[in-house]
């Protein structure tokens, strides 16, 4: 009898990781995010185009997860970086909730721009999704009944570790750049979610009610792989591997 694959083993066997490095990458990318945010949350307004894009998006990277045997996108994950030549150019953060920041925590304004950016935009469509009872939670993967028919039940049980291949992806491409923070706003509880895969946030805003409560997180360099167990750590040189592969950024000096 052979031995079951290992976390990184059975992400390899179903899902790809991609920079949206194209017009058309990002469209696709763009239209996940609508799907989720604005047609199944209400969070945003839907539009004709059926893409979600904001202020954000013409200094953002955005990663793609791709399932290997339908070719069908299985979500996505956005990194913004503002660029260093345009001092105007804000993160999601500092342009929605930038009076809750904790400055005593960590003050953003005292790091050098291009130095650090913030994970945003992380969405996965319902087909990939694993209960009916989170529906309304764009980061916690679900399943939706009238797909059942297109995933065998191997595939499904494999689908929980989307949104887990999507946050290391992005820290791994964050790992590549070469900087010396990363931000989020999250719901605490994901953070603490988070926490049990290794990486362990640190509040550095106040909470504000957003949909739902929601603050902002920071991670420092020292941290994004220092503390991952050996099966997470696996996952996230994978995805690391493939991503090297791909990435055209600059690391930041």
Sequence with gaps: MEPPLSLAENFDKYFEIILADTPELKK???????????????????????????????????????????????????????????????????????????????????????????????????????????????FVINELSEKKDIFSEEERRNFPNIAIGLYLGVIAMVNMCNHSHMFVVVEPRLKKRLGRLGLNFVQCGEELDYHGIRALFYLDQEGFVSNLNAEIRALYDLLEIQLRKQLTLYPYE
């Excluded at 399932?67 to 660029?83: E, N, Q, W």
């Design 28 to 138: 696709e990318s763009y239209k996940i995010r609508h799907m989720v945010y604005s047609e199944e949350l209400g969070w945003e307004p839907t539009n004709e185009d059926r893409m979600e894009t904001d202020e954000c998006d013409p200094y953002s990277f955005p990663l793609l997860l791709v399932h290997k045997r339908t070719k069908a996108y299985a979500g996505t994950v956005r990194l913004v970086i503002p660029p260093i030549s345009d001092p105007s150019a804000e993160l999601p953060f500092e342009l929605h909730c930038a009076d809750t920041v904790l400055k005593d925590v960590l003050d953003p304004t005292t790091l050098p721009r291009g130095s650090f950016g913030e994970i945003s935009r992380l969405s996965v469509p319902g087909s990939f999704r694993r209960r009916l009872d989170e529906q309304k939670m764009p």
